[in-house]
DNA sequence: AAATATATTGAGATAGTCTCAAGTTAAGCA
DNA sequence: TGCTTAACTTGAGACTATCTCAATATATTT
């Protein structure tokens, strides 16, 4: 069900479909190194092609990375599926956390760009986002109808958490990244108080 | 004990202080309406002076940030040892978190600033967020020694906390932020388990 | 009213974003 | 095969931003 490439009305020419593929390649290579602000300039040389090809491959910033996470979004939309089988339902909300946080945590400043996506609509990602959010939002709920997670959490704040966990995690070591996941799992269990 | 101004090793010039606070008046605008990323050529304009006496001024962006936030900086620190002498442990830390949530929400971007700026040694901030999360550990240990916070949480972990908060914060609506604050605060539970 | 230390200026080097008219090239058809 | 045309690429150009520094201007001191 899932196709890699530039959501072609028609085939594109087989120029245009190279560029577009080298163009992917370094900018995902641009932004492991650099954060998603890296410049495009340098991504269009490094790919060798002009400016003006990137800009009439990719409109925005956001379309290129929305172009780059895709396969990966839908991915992530589709564990939280599969873990819906999972026999634990805490469990498996934890289990999806840590991968929505990996995924958030690939390029420096990606954490930013989802959060901003999430809320804007004409943002190029930001059906995408949602997809993953309403992924998240079954399994969320199933954890509460299960009595392991707090109710008054929403599908939202889950969403804010996980990328706040990202944003966390660009800035600081692999060992405290762990712990605060650890808080925020044990903040999220229903209170011991009244 | 507090001094405002620019650290000044002779008394400056009356022209040179007049262009400093206006910089500083129309940084802290551009920054409240445009995050800290605004454009340092755009707040030289509104000031009225040329970019090059900003940059007199203000070598880099983060001078410019610490001078705006020295104060305030201070300030939280100070707080931090007033609230010693609460006699909950535990409020007396969830109130100082409030105050650093508020303090590094106050401007779009600034939350990650701090983060860099614990980090980076060479930034200018750096001395001034060091100082304020050494205040925040005496306000930690003791909440920790009273039995009502984690003792696996660490004084880093506690800033990082704080400043992810805020960055939450800057994303979504005040509700959010307020149940986020609220499953961070359980979060820092001793744990029930054991 | 100099002299001098201190500030300000703004052009210039560099770099990035984004656009678009002109040029090039792949694909399909005769 | 060569022509046609739609698809694609190009790179200069209009902006904006960062940061530097020699020339210039101004406050303060004597």
């Not at 190194?33 to 090809?53: I, Y």
């Not at 990375?65 to 909300?93: G, V, W």
Request: net charge negative.
């Amino acid at each position: 069900m899932t196709t890699t490439g530039p959501a072609p009305r028609r085939r594109m020419r087989a120029d245009a479909r190279r560029n577009y593929e080298r163009l992917l390649a370094e900018a995902a290579a641009a932004f492991a190194e650099h954060g998603v602000e890296s410049s495009l300039e340098d991504v269009a040389r490094r790919a060798g092609v002009a400016n003006g090809t990137l800009y009439s491959h990719f409109p925005t910033r956001q379309a290129l990375l929305e172009a780059l996470m895709r396969d990966r979004m839908e991915a992530l939309a589709s564990t939280a599926r599969d873990l819906l089988d999972h026999p634990d339902a805490h469990e498996a909300l934890i289990a999806w956390a840590r991968a929505g946080i990996a995924h958030a945590a690939m390029y420096r400043g990606l954490a930013t760009s989802l959060m901003r996506s999430i809320e804007d609509e004409t943002s190029e990602l930001h059906a995408a986002c949602q997809a993953v959010l309403t992924a998240g939002e079954r399994l969320l709920e199933r954890a509460q109808a299960a009595g392991a997670v707090r109710s008054d959490a929403t599908a939202p704040d889950f969403y804010t958490l996980i990328n706040a966990l990202a944003w966390a995690g660009e800035q600081t070591t692999p060992e405290q990244g762990e712990r605060l996941l650890t808080f925020a799992i044990d903040g999220l269990r229903p209170s011991a108080r009244p």
